[in-house]
């Protein structure tokens, strides 16, 4: 076994990886960027070596300066996690090169299933099961679009060399084929270098299931079962399960010995991932995945099996712990990703610091019931350089039913602030009746979207009630009958009056509705007012290490108790009935529209770069039209027109850097 690893990633996984080497006795060095210097990765490792720039190229990417930094600490072996050089050809051979262990496949191996056009034609041969397509090495737009019209609409576009949904579309006409296909091969060349694509027949309600695989030095070749992945936004996985849901035994044998194969074809060593597609009874390769997945630790819920283990024994010369004969599933594991991104705004990153990060209790990096697997803290903030994901919500139990409730249960006792995430988003989808009997395939966002965004539903006296309580624990009352000690009663800040009458109105804002109650005092016993009922009401609150408060209320015969997340003047209430955000609306606040009605300014939704321009200044345009492409956290996003009317400035060239709220260009708006 190795001495000293350099773990050659950041975040989560290079977290995950540091814990089983520790729990070895394996001495790591982390590397960090100039984003990173104070990230959780840094302190997870005995020695942390600084390797450039925040921009990836210029430090996780940078190759040269990796090799150096293993050197120099006298590592062994180099392990890539996922992303970024995990599955680079060049890095692997570098580390062979440098007489350094690559913790991962030969370079010939993620060679010929990196490039995703040739891996399909290695399928091919081995009699593994192929989606119907073009996988050539003809990439003319019109040859293109002539493959795509003969296969017949939708169809997906996909890059040869990539992953994780980035240069990947769905066509549904052959009008919008060769815009899409321009798109395509710009994000895969940004991503990738590579803006080779492949055109495949788009299957109409697909599983999307995979089989983790683990082969050794010594000829031996297991897979360790499947995972279903199928719920997805923009082509990336939200919640992964283990094991797949109405998955026979049959058919689980099948895809495995399939796997299998695809590895075996390659001569493949170390973790790899096969992916399918699934539809019906039948299923298809899609990729291979030359790496540790993000989702491995479900796969290590239902096995018992520590996957980072097993991949520093294979490359370490040993043979496979176990044979397939061997291996069992035990229980039903689920993993959540929590993204720092807007759902309700197209799932689109969310940058900033981290104000309040709370967990419920758990054991990270091992095999309890409830892991929570991170590389950020509390205070930390989410750059534009790197990928959005704050963490990895894993849970176990000993069936799909009682797995899916842990889950449910560790997300709302979850809070974070600072920041859009998809928290709420993921309660919602782990509650949906299709979800929880299983009913899910790749497009179950969009097929479910009225049930996972439902309109806001008006809020109740009681929770108001609640949202009053913990405003008034901030202020220094944590219940009705507190009265603080103080020499001077001018000093205390308990509403004290002359002449014990008090009345206040205070407003909330909840899902962009208003509401006001009113609180006032009589004879020692305050009241709430809200529309034309009042009420007496008492309120108890107490707040914890992690900063929740818990609130207790009654108002008149009505009592409700709550966990109350946040400070003044933003609070989610959480109870079992209900969640919901309050606003506290000060006195005097002035709320300033972002654009006025006769035209405005478009603003940049994150920090990027002006990937093109389609408009120039004078040009009209329609509402809806094309104006600009933003590149920003690895993925295009168009920006266009909220109404028609004429471009009267733009404000950035093609190549520019912009910030999150930056104004793009003006548009004088059309009055006819």
């Known amino acids: 076994m190795f ?41 997870a490792g005995d020695e942390a070596i600084w390797v ?22 006298g590592a062994q072996a180099i392990h890539p996690g996922y992303g970024f050089l995990a599955e680079n050809a060049d890095f692997a051979q570098a580390c062979a090169d440098n007489q350094l262990v690559f913790i991962g496949p030969s370079a010939h191996a993620i060679t010929a299933m990196g490039h995703k056009s040739a891996a399909k034609q290695l399928m091919e041969a081995a009699q593994v099961p192929l989606v119907p397509g073009y996988h050539g090495s003809n990439q003319e737009p019109d040859f293109l679009l002539a493959q795509a019209d003969a296969m017949g609409y939708p169809v997906l576009i996909k890059a040869s060399a990539g992953g994780g949904g980035k ?18 091969q710009r994000e895969a060349k940004s991503s990738f270098n590579d803006d080779h694509v492949l055109i495949e027949r788009y299957l109409q309600k697909p599983r999307h299931i995979e089989i983790q695989v683990f082969a050794d030095q010594h000829g031996n070749t ?17 919640i992964e399960e283990a094991p797949a849901p109405g998955m026979t035994p049959e058919r689980r044998q099948a895809m495995g010995a399939a796997a299998v194969a695809a590895a075996q074809a390659v001569n493949y060593v170390g973790a790899g991932t096969v992916e399918f597609i699934c539809e019906g009874d039948d299923f ?43 291996l069992r599933i035990s229980g039903h594991a689920f993993e959540a990703r929590i993204y720092a991104e807007n759902p309700e705004n197209q799932f689109l990153p969310s940058i900033g610091r981290i104000k309040q990060l709370v967990w419920p209790a758990h054991q990270s990096f091992n095999l309890s019931s409830v892991r929570i697997d991170s590389g950020i803290g ?14 990895k919500v894993i849970v176990h139990g000993p069936d799909r039913a009682a797995a899916l409730q842990q889950l449910r249960t560790v997300l709302a006792h979850s809070y974070i602030s600072g920041l859009h995430t998809n928290l709420h988003f993921l309660y919602r989808l782990a509650s949906d009746s299709a979800f929880q009997s299983g009913d899910v395939d790749t497009g179950f966002i969009e097929r479910r979207y009225e049930q996972l ?55 909330f804002e909840v899902n962009a509705q208003q509401y006001g109650v009113f609180l006032s005092k009589e004879h020692n016993q305050w009241f709430m007012q809200y529309q034309e009922e009042s009420l007496p009401l008492n309120w108890h609150t107490e707040r914890d290490a992690n900063g929740t408060l818990s609130v207790h209320v009654t108002w008149g015969e009505h009592t409700k108790h709550a966990l109350v997340y946040g400070h003044s003047p933003l609070f989610e209430i ?32 994150m920090p990027g770069k002006v990937l093109s321009l389609a408009v120039a200044q004078g040009d009209p345009v329609k509402a809806g039209q094309l104006l600009l492409v933003l590149e920003a956290m690895k993925m295009e996003h168009s920006i266009t027109a909220p109404h028609s009317g004429v471009v009267t400035e733009l404000f950035f060239n093609s190549g520019d850097q912009v910030t999150e709220g930056t104004a793009l260009l003006a548009i004088e708006k059309d009055l006819s």
């Open 3 to 43: 001495d000293t690893i350099l773990i050659a990633n950041r975040g989560e996984i290079a977290c995950r990886i540091a814990a089983t080497c520790q729990r070895l006795g394996i001495r790591t060095i982390m590397i960090y960027s100039s984003a990173d210097q104070d990230a959780l990765h840094v302190k």
């Open 52 to 73: 450039g720039a925040a921009e990836p190229q210029h430090s996780y990417l940078n190759i040269d300066a990796i090799i150096q930094a293993a050197k120099r600490t």
């Open 167 to 184: 240069g990947m579309r769905i066509v549904e006409s052959s009008a919008h084929f060769l815009d899409a296909l321009s798109s395509c």
């Open 222 to 238: 297991v897979h360790l079962f499947e995972r279903d992945c199928s719920v997805q936004r923009r082509h990336q996985k939200v």
């Open 284 to 326: 298809y390769f899609m990729e291979m995945n030359t790496r540790l997945q993000v989702e491995h630790p479900i796969t290590e819920l239902i096995t018992g099996h520590d996957l980072v283990e097993w991949q520093l024994q294979v490359a370490a010369g040993l043979t496979l712990p176990v044979s397939q004969d061997q």
């Open 378 to 391: 509390q205070d930390d903030s989410i750059s534009p350089f790197y990928d959005p994901m704050i963490a």
């Open 453 to 507: 965004f439902p309109p806001a539903p008006r809020v109740a006296p009681l929770s108001l009630a609640l949202g009053l309580g913990a405003l008034l624990h901030d202020f220094g009352l944590p219940n009705s009958n507190h009265y603080p000690l103080a020499s001077d009663p001018w000093d205390m800040n308990d509403y004290w009056r002359s002449n014990d009458l008090l009345q206040r109105r205070f407003d």
């Open 574 to 605: 959480r109870s079992s009935q209900e969640r919901c955000l309050l606003h506290y609306q000060a006195p005097l606040t002035l709320t300033l529209s972002a654009e006025d009605e006769q035209g405005g300014s478009l603003t940049a939704p």
